[in-house]
């Protein structure tokens, strides 16, 4: 579905954004991945180039917004012809309201809002000469919360994703650029692992309790779930779909 396509994943090195790359790569997409771990990357690129394709890495952490500018340089270098950008990079700590400080909200905000945001301006007019598209990793927590999780900074910034995602798809349209997100609900992750650390026993057995009782297939889901509609959306079956946001969650959003 993807061969010679060129992609580019954020936060490649691990999570949906591995297993994004890994569907990519089998479905012989050229891969690009982009992480802050150099040692995880190394693992992830050893184990995709058992896939056949060509795969890349660059270290870099893009929270830091001034690496944006010099990373889209190098991404360019590797592939002059861009196909597909998935803005997979994020972070999502989940501290309450009242214990919210200016530095955990830029935190959020400079690597869930602004450096997809650069990373695709930068990369545009590559995505447009070649009628490529742009795949945004949103989240459930845009617009439904759960007991017990203190979301403001995330909610916000994934708020921010799915409006960008519109408006840049109504916007990029007329270049033959789609852009589409995908939301996925709570999927298996390190990062879905390092947050339920952070509950304590009883919050666990409650967050627990409550898959059984929110998500109408019963389970949380696994990074390749949400590869799949990515693999999907990037390819040129979904040619006539833009501006739309997936929900992959379980059924979590019905109710």
């Known amino acids: 579905m993807l061969k010679n396509k060129n992609a580019v994943i954020t936060g490649g090195s691990d999570g949906i954004g591995l297993a994004i790359a890994k569907e990519f790569a089998k479905n012989g997409a050229n891969v690009c991945l982009i992480g802050r771990d150099e040692n995880k990357l190394i693992a992830a690129k050893k184990e995709l180039d058992l896939l056949g394709s060509e795969v890349f890495f660059i270290k870099a952490d893009l929270s830091e917004l001034s690496q944006i500018e010099s990373v889209s340089k190098h991404i360019l270098k590797l592939f002059p012809k861009l196909d597909v950008l998935v803005n997979n990079a994020g972070i999502g700590r989940f501290i309450p309201f009242t214990d919210m400080n200016l530095s955990d909200l830029d935190m959020h905000i400079d690597l869930n809002v602004r450096a997809p945001y650069m990373l695709t301006k930068h990369l545009f007019a590559s995505l447009s000469e070649n009628k490529g598209n ?65 509950l304590n026993s009883n919050a666990l057995k409650e967050f627990e309790d409550l898959i059984q009782t929110i998500y109408p297939l019963g389970r949380i889901g696994q990074p390749e779930d949400v590869a799949q509609m990515a693999v999907f959306l990037a390819s040129d079956k979904a040619n006539w779909i833009t501006g739309a946001i997936y929900s992959v969650d379980g059924g979590l959003t019905t109710n």
């Not at 203190?150 to 270049?175: N, P, Q, R, V």
């Open 134 to 198: 742009v795949i945004n990793i949103s989240s459930y927590f845009s617009h439904r919360m759960l007991p017990g999780r203190s979301t403001t900074a995330y909610s916000l910034t994934k708020g921010a994703i799915d409006s960008f995602t519109k408006a840049l798809a109504f916007e990029a349209g007329a270049k033959g650029v789609r852009v589409n997100g995908i939301a996925p609900g709570s999927i298996d992750t390190p990062q879905l692992r390092y947050n339920l650390t952070k």
